[in-house]
């Protein structure tokens, strides 16, 4: 019975172990896929997700346990390896280099003379047909959308013969519209014959692409689901080991005055392009304004105008009747004007990577003191605050921030922001590779700033939590405001099609509340 | 006509010591490492290479040893910068300083144990250095002259260009090297073993300008030693590279241009341009500032520049 089992599968791992010194990342942990299959990886942050795939595509190595590919058992010691044995792996950011044409990006790497262009572009052409993908191969990564890099990144894979992928969080960079394209030849590829991997912290999708779903946590494998006979409250369950509300809270607030109003707004990035296309907004104290939008739609641009980053071409940001345009950032901090922007790589805006919490809390709060001597009490004493409210993992408050996981300099980040007391909070994407424990802390935290009578921007990715968390949805598109609607009776389909600026009904000035 | 054919002639040779250094350069950034030492390599390259036509009177062992000298001290650079992440830019500059200082003390060193206190080459290698006359050839009136005429350093320069552009842009070892220049990420990913091209390259490059060095010390000064004989030409290829838009095409045009400036002093007739010749000293150099602010405002239009230029690799760093 179980010779005859595993020939079946395309990947089967039995028993794997890796310790990172004295931290066990994955503890013996059974996993396997068959060909013409769809799993879903499931699990928070630090659970192994990523160490078992990065052991699968060469760059780590297993302290222990058996890898097969295909029934046969293998050592995988490099990328060349794991690419040999038909693996790919499509990771979380592109691997792409943006100087070179999509041909160019497919064919690196691979073994052998140099082809003519056109011959390879025959052969890419080919294999699209085949799964049913959409690339122009002569185009230049650089002048791609995000989902055509996506495409390049899978033909990448493809094209070296790979049988068996791994997606890293695939869709986080996606429309509604293009994830759904996304699964489409995600399924195809399935019909063809591919084992897949997926990685993804969004239920909605291990529910609609998956075959089986195996669930990590803490390092080890809980279980393996069919998804058939699953919802989504079970994965978080088995995610999380305990029952987990799913609800975020929406609580309702009394009609109140308008804090902040964004009149004919017009921002250049810096090299000169528009980023911030003639917009017009306000938020009002109590509510959440969503901001949705693909990435890259000017929300960043956004967010530097108002905190007085980046200077503004045309219009007006008026605080309580007060233009904030000219003025410097720390002035609009004076004001209450807070700012967290996370980043795609979390650190750079905000936070010093290398300078502990007590040093970083001080960065908002130095020029207040008096005299040429910096006091670090109140600082540290600031930063112990939030360790304890926010649970904050961290070995003390002098640790490089750097060193702390993704979610923690997060918290660290919005902490601090909401501990200088604003009247308005920007945040942008902070629950950005979250897992869903961490998420709902920080969605806790909004909220809780909600009830105090804070406006709240919040610029997120996931259209699931902006439906459910906002009082209002604002879309961005190109840098222009597509919609502006009411978060309790859009749908999600809705804001897709605004987020790709395909509704006609381009009406800044609608008043949904 | 006459004046303005040895002008061109002129320029040719004076600038075929840049384009040794721009292409080596080029190669060298294109694996993503800024290399500052051009300088340092050139004079090392130019010190090691003209001892050994010194002593051995044979032109080819000492563009070969000037060739290796390069090769060290780019390995140098490379052991610094590609393995132990030191950073680029002092690593490059410490490594003009260090072989400017190797070149003068060993040629001073040398010069002071010769009799003659001069330090000249021998006859044999002056002759195998001069330039080529190609019967039938190098008798055409004007093209004899413009083509067929040069040292053979000139068309060794040109060969090593040519033959760069075409591994730059039409083999796969080339698109491996553009690959980790612009995104060593992606290179690594798609199974590019980083550290192996980065040595070769870089090494190449030194190499490269090590035979541009021993142009300086044995042709300019007329085959005579003197001490700092690259003189500042190793900073004007750096600068070239970008000029040369990261081309090893456009270096051979972009080092003649370059070496048209050194040679405009012997040529323009004092009596209707009445500057000092100190102006013309200053040309290139004013030339190479000009490019850098030039190009650095450029926005439009494809920049070779490679985008990791800069900066280490370093594979598990987020």
């Known amino acids: 019975m179980a010779q005859q089992q595993k020939t079946q599968y395309a990947i089967e791992c039995r028993k794997i172990t890796k310790m990172f010194g004295q931290v066990i990342a994955n503890d013996e942990i059974d996993l396997n896929v068959k060909y013409g299959e769809i799993l879903a990886l499931l699990g928070e942050n630090g659970s192994g997700k990523t160490t078992l795939m990065n052991m699968l595509s060469g760059i780590y190595h297993p302290d222990s346990g058996q890898i097969f590919i295909g029934g046969r058992e293998v050592k995988i010691n490099s990328p060349v390896d794991a690419m040999n044995l038909g693996i790919g792996m499509i990771h979380q950011h592109f691997k792409l280099v943006e100087a070179f044409r999509a041909m160019d990006n497919i064919v690196l790497g691979t073994k052998g003379k140099k082809e003519k262009s056109k011959t390879t572009s025959e052969k890419i052409k080919q294999i699209s047909e085949t799964y049913g993908l959409e690339i122009e191969p002569e185009k230049y990564v ?63 999708e291990v529910l609609a692409i998956s075959d089986r779903v195996t669930i990590l946590r803490k390092g080890k494998s809980i279980e393996t689901v069919n998804t058939a006979d699953c919802d989504a409250r079970k994965l978080t369950e088995l995610m999380v080991g305990r029952p987990v509300s799913l609800e975020i809270e929406r609580p309702q607030m009394p009609e109140t005055e308008t804090i902040l109003k964004i009149v004919d707004l017009s921002v250049n990035k810096p090299d000169g392009s528009k980023a911030i296309d003639d917009i017009s907004f306000e938020i009002k104290r109590g509510e959440i304004l969503g901001v949705a939008g693909v990435a890259g739609s000017g929300q960043k641009e956004l967010c530097e105008a108002i905190a007085g980053l980046l200077p503004s071409q045309k219009g007006a940001i008026l605080f309580q009747k007060e233009n904030l345009l000219g003025k410097t950032p720390s002035e609009i901090i004076e004001k209450g004007v807070s700012m967290s922007f996370v980043p795609e790589d979390r650190l750079g805006m905000g936070l010093v990577a290398s300078m502990g919490m007590t040093d970083n809390m001080l960065l908002k709060s130095y020029q207040k003191g008096k005299g040429p001597f910096v006091n670090r009490k109140p600082a540290k004493d600031l930063a112990e605050k939030l360790i304890g409210k926010l649970g904050i993992v961290t070995p003390g408050t002098e640790t490089p921030v750097r060193l702390l996981s993704g979610g923690n300099v997060q918290k660290v980040l919005l902490g601090r922001e909401i501990e200088a007391s604003p009247t308005v909070l920007i945040t942008a994407y902070p629950v950005r590779g979250l897992d869903i424990n961490s998420s709902y802390t920080v969605y806790d935290l909004l909220n809780e700033q909600k009830k105090k009578n804070v406006a709240v921007m919040y610029i997120g990715e996931d259209l699931d939590v902006l439906l459910e968390l906002s009082d209002r949805i604002m879309v961005l598109c190109h840098g222009r405001i597509t919609g502006i609607v009411d978060a309790r009776s859009t749908t999600k389909e809705e804001i897709g099609m605004m987020m790709t600026g395909e509704n006609n009904m381009i009406d800044t000035g609608k008043e949904a509340l | 006509m006459d004046i303005i054919i040895k002008f061109l002639v002129a320029a040719v040779g004076a600038g075929t010591p840049l384009l040794f250094g721009t292409v080596g350069e080029i190669l060298t950034e294109k694996t993503g490492h800024l290399n500052l030492g051009v300088e340092g390599m050139m004079s090392i390259g130019a010190c090691i290479g003209f001892m050994v036509g010194y002593y051995t009177d044979n032109f080819f062992l000492a563009l070969l040893f000037a060739a290796i000298a390069g090769a060290c001290s780019a390995l140098i650079y490379a052991v610094l910068t590609v393995t132990f992440m030191a950073n680029q830019n002092v690593t490059g500059l410490t490594l003009t300083i260090f072989g400017i200082g190797f070149a003068n003390f060993i040629g001073i060193f040398v010069l002071n144990k010769s009799p003659e206190g001069t330090l000249k080459l021998p006859e044999r290698i002056t002759a195998a250095m001069r330039g080529i006359h190609i019967p039938g050839l190098s008798d055409i009136p004007v093209i004899g002259e413009l083509l067929f005429s040069y040292s053979p350093f000139v068309y060794i320069g040109i060969i090593i260009a040519v033959i760069c552009a075409y591994y730059l842009n039409r083999t796969k070892e080339g698109l491996n090297l553009k690959a980790i220049g612009e995104n060593p990420g992606a290179a690594d990913a798609a199974g590019i073993k980083i550290t192996k091209v980065k040595y070769i390259n870089i090494i190449l490059g030194g190499a490269i300008c090590g035979i541009g060095g021993v142009y300086c010390s044995m042709i300019i000064n007329g085959g005579v030693w003197i001490s700092d004989n690259v003189g500042g030409l190793g900073w004007i290829a750096v600068a070239l590279v970008i000029f040369a838009n990261w081309q090893p095409s456009y270096a051979i045009l972009g080092s003649f241009v370059f070496g048209a400036l050194r040679v405009l002093k012997y040529y323009i007739p004092q009596s209707v341009f009445p500057f000092p010749i100190a102006f013309y000293d200053m040309l290139p150099f004013l030339m190479t500032a000009l490019v850098l602010v030039i190009s650095s405002m450029r926005k439009s239009g494809r920049i070779n520049l490679p985008a990791a230029l800069g900066l280490n690799y370093f594979r598990e760093e987020r």
């Open chain 1, 142 to 204: 650089s002048d791609m959308s995000v989902s055509e890099k996506q495409t390049v990144e899978i033909l990448k894979v493809l094209y070296k013969g790979a049988e068996i992928l791994i997606l890293d969080e695939p869709t986080a960079v996606l429309t509604p519209q293009e994830t759904e394209k996304l699964f489409a030849i995600l399924r195809k590829m399935r019909e063809k014959g591919c084992a897949i991997i997926i990685i993804t912290h969004k239920l909605q």
